[in-house]
């Protein structure tokens, strides 16, 4: 649309220069042809739209046409249409000179605008005033309909609509409450099947067998409920929550026993161990670092070497979530002398026939 005005002031040019060597006699007539045409195409259309550089390159070719040619029926446009134009464009002169250049209230600085989407996001339930409250708490003088532009803008929904608790938002506000416990399976060398009972702390990740059985009856599954309840009671483990899968092998009774001590059952989704994850890891862990690199004899093999690896995995195993850390085993404090580094004598400890390593500094 910018180039449209140049290109047809130069194309005027042009057709001038063409018409310029022509006599009277041959102008008159070419006058006359697009007079006809321009005739004809008025009784077809009634009002023709016009564009600005169509309007502009008009009213300087009208502007030197004599006042009675003006009001000719030929021409499309009339004298007080290009008044109207020309009053329209003094208008809009007049206007763009006295508009402000930066029109509206300042930008809200970065930093507070920050701040509002941070608190929009640790505070799911905070609508627009709650976060606008808080701010002039703090001494930032910001409107609320400010608030409202920057979680708009952001897209960010209404507190109502986003105070729903997601899964990983449940899991981070409430790890330092939360048991996962499931079962696993191995075989023996006779090909016996044994099903293994664990759970795993979410916050410490402190694991725990609780035992291994060829049959296990609900009996059986109920005892190991009762026997972690007074082993979280003897650490002074303070567990709200307990999270497993929908296994049958789960009694009644076993969800009652955790009941009776204020532990709220979470069953996860059909299908769905990721609702299970860290336990899930550590099942994975305990056979690729364990059960697929021992021959199980059987149960009382099984167990003794399940126990060796609790030991191994709660006291010396380091865990990336607590920073390299075991859960009952604290970091050292790091060596920064040269001296220490120069001379290091390091000895391992082998479990279960070499099968785990433990490093350590010689005494």
């Known amino acids: 649309m910018l180039l449209r005005l140049p290109y047809m002031a130069l194309t005027s040019m042009f057709t001038l220069i063409r018409l310029l060597p022509m006599g009277d006699r041959d102008k008159d007539a070419e006058i006359l042809a697009p007079r006809h045409q321009l005739a004809v195409l008025q009784r077809q259309i009634n009002k023709p739209k016009l564009t600005w550089p169509d309007r502009a390159l008009l009213a300087a070719l009208l502007h030197h046409l004599p006042r009675v040619q003006l009001h000719r029926p030929q021409l499309i446009v009339s004298p007080d249409t290009l008044l109207r134009w020309h009053r329209d464009l003094l208008r809009r002169r007049h206007a763009n000179a006295s508009r402000p250049k930066h029109p509206g209230r300042p930008r809200t600085v970065r930093s507070v605008r920050v701040l509002v989407l941070r608190l929009a996001r640790e505070n799911s339930i905070w609508g627009y005033r709650r976060i606008h409250g808080e701010l002039t708490a703090l001494g930032i003088k910001v409107a609320a309909s400010t608030v409202w532009n920057i979680l708009k803008e952001h897209g960010i929904d209404p ?5 729903s608790t997601t899964w990983a938002a449940f899991l981070r506000s409430q790890g330092q409450a939360i048991l996962a416990a499931d079962f696993f399976e191995t075989k023996t060398l006779a090909g016996t099947t044994l099903y293994v009972l664990a759970v795993i702390e979410h916050a410490t990740r402190r694991a725990r067998i609780l035992g291994a059985t060829a049959h296990p009856t609900a009996a059986w599954v109920t005892q190991l409920a009762r026997n972690a309840v007074m082993d979280l009671q003897d650490t002074g483990a303070k567990v709200k929550f ?8 789960y009694p009644t009774a076993f969800d009652a026993v955790l009941q009776a001590e204020g532990i709220e059952v979470i069953q996860t989704g059909v299908r769905m161990p990721r609702m299970n994850a860290i336990m899930e890891r550590w099942v994975r862990s305990c056979r690729t670092e ?6 199980i004899w059987n149960q009382a093999h099984l167990l003794h070497a399940l126990r060796e690896y609790e030991q191994f995995y709660n006291q010396h195993r380091p865990h990336r979530t607590l920073a390299s850390a075991a ?8 060596i920064s002398e040269p001296d220490g580094l120069t001379h290091l004598e390091v000895h391992r400890r082998d479990r279960l026939g070499g099968t785990l390593h433990e490093y350590q500094h010689a005494a």
């Open 159 to 163: 507190a109502p609509e986003r105070n």
């Open 290 to 295: 364990l059960l697929d690199r021992t021959l």
């Open 242 to 249: 307990l999270i497993r899968d929908r296994d049958v092998r």
């Open 327 to 334: 859960p009952l085993r604290p970091l050292p404090e790091p």
